[in-house]
């Protein structure tokens, strides 16, 4: 095992493309805070209704967008051998088909655990400079952001752990597709369009696509006001999205005993 | 001799690449399969998102006064959804004549209690709207939706001069005060009708003349007022005084005009009219004025009735077709990188930028075959679901639909095309569809989708202006109107760009890209 995590790390680590796609990652998390962070006007200051906007999940919206990216970078950890033909001296080398998509799985995400800590504070502070000038500051009714408030560093642990699970998934439905890009396609699909298509259903339905789909349940752990009228609890959310990552890989493993490389 | 076998020699190639590249297209069959998924969800989940659309409306806070449908909305004259709730206060003339007023004041009452209740008088606050009307107006029937002509004073636009719901004319600005009144007179002259103001009741300026269709020999000619809801949705009354009041034939004509009493008639003030109105309306007469409220509107509906238009179900299932579109395109690129094939086009077609418009022109018209003919199915489709379920949806003219049929196609072309664009630049499958996902299609999604319409509308707004969203404008329907106050934003559902600026934006990214490849093409092996 040891072998083979040493294996697949070197193999993630000397492709330049693995290096671009950790810093499109950062770029793009905390380009999108920042820019959404630095658009938001809240009128009247406070909103209405009080104190109803939810600073630390609009600060963290940056990991919507830095996912895909991540999802990528998983799909392509396998995808890219299937397309040169690297796969075949892969399986020769780790026989054993659990043992090298567990390497895999294990590296990829700690890479993606690694990419997403200095990710998630950069949204984080993005979020704590800039939303003050929206009105979203305490004189109106909101405190700035910080990790010393309980469901804030929820917030944030969870969305750093979010990142991780969908490397996992990426990876799994790469193992499945085996080609990057009907892979990508499909777990970007996977992960954008229920969230778009639950805005445009109404009733249970909408309810029931958001606790069901893996970005809107997973990203339930950013939520750190009106916990109550989510659709699904924060940790819940993010054992949904486990589950899927978790059956993804499942498939891809039997996908990967069943069929030739 | 050469200089005219030239260009037919080059055409000649090109159509010979384009041979080549359809070819190529034409026969992956995971390709072909992709198209007709891509059209298949557009059809499909506008049949879900239309099926899942009702209306229904309570005439009172009682729930059993509850029915399934949408309330009533006037056509107009050229069958463009109106509102036209007003109080009238006429008589009926037959063949030509005249009527003359003096204004002396236009007052107005807006609802202040909270929105989810039904407006009363009892809690309003004074106030006058600033297209609150009141004047004079020839129609030929108080059936809803009529045509007309009118002159009136407005609460901040001065003197106008309107006709069939759509046409505006300007006469004297400034408000109306017992210091400063204003006269108006309508005449009638066969289909003519003419408007005039005047600050002292002797010098008369036309405002404006209407030829109204249809006109026959007796129609009602009187005065009028009503007042329109506030641009936040609060329903208004408004309240002018009239006096000086002469009607009857012109002196020069032979006709014959009633002298006989007022009749006051409240138009489309009941609860099945679409318009909020505050039930105020009627008429008082004195010794020498008459003073008539009215509450509504005589100009076009817009989105203020709450109908959806023949696009409303279309957005997510392009989107889709979106993503499949742009796993294609840059397949149809990168896979002859992977596969080494890219050598033997450019050993058949040297010149590559040849070979990219080649590309261009087959993927970029099978995206747009596939994006026009799916929303020229799915557009009936979901209006036919969506009116079966009660919904109001707003008229639109076949050259209107052509427009969004055509901009659906042109809105998955671009964005095929462009991503070919990156594929080329990028050589690399996942890299290009990322891009391709992140900047032509996450936009879409960073509006109300996800953020939630009030905590970043403003950044909605900018993202469907300057980025690859703004071809999705081509799907707007909803109808504008200068001569009604409202909210034109994207919470109430309208783009910010009009419908070609926004597609010409999306245009400017698939330039950008496709240059760009093009450059990066010429200047690298392959």
């Known amino acids: 095992m040891t072998d083979a995590l040493r294996a697949e790390w070197t193999k993630l680590r000397t492709v330049t493309g693995t290096w671009w796609l950790v810093v499109g990652v950062l770029a793009l998390s905390v380009a999108a805070s920042a820019g959404i962070a630095a658009s938001t006007h809240v009128s009247p200051p406070g909103g209405p209704g009080g104190a109803s906007q939810d600073p630390t999940k609009l600060s963290l919206i940056g990991v919507d967008l830095g996912q895909a990216v991540v999802a990528v970078?998983?799909?392509l950890a396998i995808t890219e051998e299937y397309g040169t033909g690297v796969i075949r001296v892969t399986l020769t080398a780790t026989p054993r088909r659990a043992v090298m998509l567990s390497a895999?799985?294990?590296n990829i995400a700690g890479l993606a655990l690694i990419t997403a800590v200095p990710a998630v504070v950069g949204c984080l502070i993005a979020g704590r400079l800039l939303l003050p000038q929206a009105g979203l500051d305490p004189a109106h009714g909101y405190a700035l952001i910080s990790i010393a408030h309980g469901p804030t560093l929820r917030a944030a642990v969870g969305s750093v752990l979010y990142l991780g699970l969908i490397a996992l998934l990426g990876l799994g439905i790469g193992a499945v597709l085996r080609d990057a890009a009907v892979s990508t396609g499909i777990v970007l699909g996977l992960l954008y369009l229920p969230p778009l298509f639950a805005q445009l259903v109404s009733g249970p339905w909408r309810r029931h696509i958001q606790q069901l789909a893996p970005m809107t349940a997973g990203l339930a752990i950013q939520a750190t006001r009106n916990i109550r009228t989510l659709p699904i609890s924060p940790w819940a959310g993010l054992a949904v999205l486990a589950a899927w990552a978790a059956g993804m890989l499942l498939i891809g493993l039997a996908v990967l005993k069943a069929r030739d490389a | 001799m050469s200089s005219l076998t030239e260009p037919s020699r080059s055409s000649r190639s090109f159509r010979a690449a384009l041979r080549a590249e359809w070819t190529k297209f034409r026969t992956v069959r995971g390709w072909m399969i992709g198209l007709v998924f891509a059209a298949l969800m557009v059809v499909l989940f506008t049949f879900l998102q239309a099926n899942g659309k009702h209306t229904g409306y309570c005439t009172t806070p009682n729930p059993s006064s509850?029915?399934?449908?949408?309330?009533?909305?006037?056509?107009?004259?050229d069958g463009e959804a109106v509102a036209d709730t007003?109080?009238?206060?006429?008589k009926q003339l037959t063949g030509d004549g005249t009527i003359t007023a003096r204004i002396t004041s236009l007052v107005g009452r807006i609802w202040a209690g909270p929105a989810n209740e039904?407006?009363?008088?009892?809690?309003?606050?004074?106030?006058l709207t600033s297209w609150a009307k009141a004047g004079l107006l020839i129609t030929p029937s108080t059936r809803q939706g009529s045509s007309y002509a009118a002159v009136m004073t407005t609460g901040g636009h001065g003197v106008r001069f309107q006709y069939d719901y759509t046409n505006d004319q300007a006469g004297l600005p400034g408000s109306i005060s017992?210091?400063?009144?204003?006269?108006?007179?309508l005449t009638r002259t066969g289909n003519v009708i003419t408007g005039y103001d005047s600050s002292d009741g002797t010098h008369w300026h036309t405002v404006g003349c209407a030829q109204l269709a249809h006109l026959p020999t007796t129609v009602y000619i009187g005065l009028f007022a009503t007042s329109p809801t506030t641009s936040q949705g609060s329903a208004t009354t408004a309240t002018a005084s009239f006096d000086d009041i002469a009607i009857g034939p012109q002196a020069d004509r032979a006709a014959q005009a009633t002298s006989g009493p007022w009749h006051s008639m409240s138009i489309g003030t009941g609860p099945r009219d679409f318009y909020t109105t505050l039930r105020n309306s009627g008429y008082r007469q004195t010794s020498d004025s008459i003073l008539v409220t009215g509450s509504g509107d005589i100009a076009p509906a817009v989105a203020e009735v709450g109908g959806d238009t023949a696009s409303d179900s279309l957005l997510f299932g392009l989107v889709i077709a979106l993503i499949v579109l742009i796993v294609i395109g840059t397949m149809f690129i990168t896979s002859e990188y992977r596969r080494g094939l890219i050598r033997t086009t450019f050993a058949a077609t040297p010149d590559r930028g040849r070979v990219l418009a080649a590309k261009a022109v087959v993927i970029g018209g099978v995206a747009f075959a596939v994006g026009a003919v799916a929303s020229a199915v799915a557009i009936?489709?979901?209006?036919?679901?969506?009116s079966g379920n009660g919904n109001y949806i707003f008229p639109a003219d076949s050259l209107t639909v052509a427009r969004v049929i055509v901009g659906s196609g042109a809105l998955v072309a671009l964005t095929a095309v462009a991503v070919l664009g990156l594929g080329t630049i990028l050589r690399r499958s996942a890299g290009a569809i990322l891009a391709g996902v992140v900047v032509f299609v996450l936009p879409t999604f960073t509006g109300p989708g996800i953020i939630g319409p009030t905590s970043a509308g403003s950044a909605a707004t900018w993202l469907y202006r300057v980025t690859p969203a703004a071809g999705f404008s081509m799907l707007g329907l909803l109808p504008r109107s200068g001569l009604v106050s409202y909210q034109y934003t994207m919470g109430n559902g309208y783009y910010p760009l009009p419908p070609w600026a926004g597609l010409l934006v999306l245009a400017t990214y698939t330039t950008v890209a496709l240059s760009a490849a093009r450059v990066v093409l010429r200047r690298r092996d392959a």
């Not at chain 2, 039904?118 to 106030?127: F, R, W």
Request: hydrophobic share 40%.
């Open chain 2, 380 to 386: 009936p489709l979901g209006e036919h679901v969506m």
């Open chain 1, 104 to 106: 895999k799985a294990v």
């Open chain 2, 66 to 77: 509850c029915v399934n449908g949408h309330q009533y909305v006037p056509s107009g004259p």
């Open chain 2, 86 to 90: 007003y109080e009238l206060v006429a």
């Open chain 2, 118 to 127: 039904a407006p009363s008088l009892a809690d309003t606050e004074s106030g």
């Open chain 1, 73 to 75: 970078l998983a799909v």
């Open chain 2, 178 to 185: 017992g210091t400063a009144p204003r006269w108006l007179r």
